[in-house]
């Protein structure tokens, strides 16, 4: 009988720490996806109940490395392109914006409400330098699609030693 206990306890002890080992990679792999949201004045005199009201939202993407180019794809659900403001600094993107309040449903009772609105920035580190003249970048179905050239190894400055 005590080897079973062990035996238990030892199962245990291992579905504990894959369940651990889960939650650290979920929340590493988010933790730079969450964007807080800052809402206007608007909000503050449309909600009744402000604790409510979300500042937080997971705006998920991807950052793809390829031969010439580097691709980010980043999630803008309710987003309109002219709300939204892209720029490159340094080797980082900066996606700033703001999620207007949909106005159809002031004054109604709020029985769950997980979306937040307000104004936003996202920066975004590139793996590479990038030319910001070959940017483009397109919004189709929420989700926003920038596409950088990589700078070519002759235009980088190399500083030689003496």
């Given amino acids: 009988m005590p080897l079973e206990l062990n035996e238990l306890s030892r199962s245990l002890g291992e579905a504990w720490q894959n369940i651990s080992e889960g939650w650290r990679e979920l929340l590493n792999r988010s933790n730079s996806a969450l964007t807080r ?3 206007g004045k608007d909000a503050n005199e449309k909600f009744d109940d402000r604790a409510a009201f979300p500042i937080w939202a ?3 993407g991807e950052v ?3 031969d010439k180019s580097v691709i ?4 803008l659900p ?3 392109r002219e ?4 720029r490159i600094e340094d080797r ?3 996606i700033c914006g703001e999620k207007q309040l949909e106005t ?3 004054g109604e009772r709020y029985y769950m409400m997980e979306r937040a609105y307000g104004k936003f920035e996202r920066i975004i580190p590139l793996p590479t330098d990038v030319d910001p003249e070959s940017a483009r970048a397109s919004l189709h179905n929420g989700v926003l699609k920038i596409e950088l050239a990589k700078k070519h190894d002759s235009e980088r400055h190399r500083i030689n030693i003496e």
């Fill in 37 to 39: 949201f800052f809402p």
């Fill in 104 to 106: 159809g449903h002031i």
């Fill in 58 to 60: 997971m705006l998920a």
């Fill in 92 to 94: 980082k993107l900066r």
């Fill in 78 to 80: 309710g987003i309109n």
């Fill in 64 to 66: 793809i490395d390829k």
């Fill in 83 to 86: 709300d939204c403001d892209i």
């Fill in 72 to 75: 980010v794809y980043l999630e």
